[in-house]
């Protein structure tokens, strides 16, 4: 299940320019240590989760696996999208704070 609130941020990510999808676009945005967050679909390939994975993990960028490849794409009105990247600390910062579920208290 999928945050909305996570995806109406994809969606203003993107109509802001701060956002890359693809493949090529994203392994660049990773190289160059400009992506700030990385989005997998949870529906992604295991080669293509170990690729991203392993990718983030040596350049330190941060991965966030969630969503449905159409989840991903619809939020911000493109075809079906496996992976996304976030230029923006802001944009970024906005997005794992509403993914990550607080610690529940015992």
Do not use: H, W
């Not at 990773?30 to 993990?57: F, G, H, M, P, T």
């Amino acid at each position: 299940m999928t945050n909305n609130k996570m995806l109406s941020y994809l969606g203003l990510a993107m109509r802001a320019g701060k956002l890359v999808t693809g493949d090529e676009g994203v392994m660049s945005a990773i190289r160059s240590r400009e992506a700030k967050l990385v989005i997998l679909a949870i529906d992604a390939s295991s080669n293509a989760q170990k690729k991203y994975r392993d990718k983030c993990s040596s350049y330190q960028v941060r991965l966030l696996e969630s969503g449905s490849r159409d989840e991903l794409g619809s939020s911000i009105g493109k075809a079906e999208r496996v992976v996304i990247a976030i230029m923006d600390s802001g944009f970024a910062q906005m997005i794992i704070k509403c993914s990550v579920k607080p610690a529940e208290v015992e």
